[in-house]
């Protein structure tokens, strides 16, 4: 990582692709982006979406989302770096980043389409409160870590659970576990990682009753070259540990049969 890429990555907090992070976990990042597109393309009447992407950090979700036909994407991020290097790696001519903190943005926001955002709220004090003032004319889907107990330093909510949503209406819950798929709450996953909430406006089905989408959704798998190396490398280091492994229980076992032969002579 260069000394710029360190403090994007600001200790763990933030995924720069192919940078940071192992490929598990950008495999998470991108399935949440991607199931946020899948319905956005499956609804009934949108075809110029807007869509704001509230801590969007690097901008690799917003460049996702730019390429469903006709939309028109906005980053928020409170850090001035991460949009640095959004407007340098993840540009497109319909996306545009700001500098904005949630907690000020939220309440004075214009209304969207779409409103997304995939592990930002946890960040801010009162985050999930602030959903009740989010302006969007079809959907609103939030994503924010589930049940953690582990203290992470960047977080100031920990431990959300379903009930945190109870004050919305028209919400639907799903869960993403540690491969990136994606679960309803009747059929949740052994152990979810994601809990995420999409707001519906009166007049839209719910996800389930929309065809297109079929549950589990299976986690996102890389087509474009720059993560199909990764993928390659991911699982050359897989199979090198699994050699190596096995190597040494061979050795183990080796050394177990020359001492039972040793004591029986
Ligand atoms: C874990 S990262 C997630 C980034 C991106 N959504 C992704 O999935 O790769 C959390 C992001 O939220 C941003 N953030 C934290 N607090 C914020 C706030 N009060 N207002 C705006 N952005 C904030 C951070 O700067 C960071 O980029």
Known sequence: MTPR????????????PGVTHNFEELVRHRSSYDFFRRIIEADPRTATPRIVDLGCGVGHGCYHMSSIPGSRVQGIDISALALEYAT????????????????GYIPAMQEFDYVISRHALEHVPDGLQLLAQVRFKYRMMIEVPYREDKVNPHHVLTSITESDFAHLDGVEIFFQDFHGGIFPESTPPKAPNSILCVRRDVGLPPISALGAIQFPVQPWEPTDPEFRQLLRDYWKLKLNGEASRLVRMARRLSWTIHKVRRSLS
């Open 5 to 16: 890429e360190q403090q994007i990555y600001n200790d763990g907090e933030r995924l720069v």
């Open 88 to 103: 340098e790696k993840y540009k497109a001519d319909n996306i545009s980043y700001s500098v904005g903190d949630i907690t």
